[in-house]
């Protein structure tokens, strides 16, 4: 869960935002985050835990992206350019009352 004390965030956001600053591709982004979680390897000991570990962290990262950014987005995609399918629609009924 990234919603981490605030204290911690004041350390690392200067950082990150520096960071972020220099990254200018995708490719660039994934070497980045591939490389922390390497030194985090380094860091923590090459065992299935730690591995277990880190995997769940990107996956919840990804999660969280897609919760918070990209589904209100393509509700809004939605709402201007309209749904799929009448599919969508019906769907779209039964889950909401």
């Known amino acids: 869960m990234p919603y981490i004390l605030i204290g911690d965030r ?8 520096n960071l972020s600053k220099q990254i200018t591709t995708d490719g660039e982004l994934n070497y ?3 490389s922390l979680i390497h ?16 995997i769940g962290a990107l ?8 919760r918070v950014v ?3 987005y393509e509700n809004i995609k939605m709402d201007v350019n309209g749904r799929v399918s ?3 629609e019906e769907f779209f009924k039964t889950q909401v009352k």
Do not use: H, S
Not at 10 to 17: A, C, E, H, Q, S
Not at 39 to 54: A, F, V
């Open 10 to 17: 004041v350390r690392l956001d200067n950082f990150i935002k």
């Open 32 to 34: 980045v985050i591939t």
């Open 39 to 54: 030194d985090q390897l380094k860091t923590r000991g090459l065992k299935y835990q730690n591995i277990n570990n880190l």
């Open 59 to 66: 996956e919840c990262a990804k999660l969280e992206l897609y």
């Open 70 to 72: 990209a589904g209100p």
């Open 86 to 88: 009448e599919l969508d």
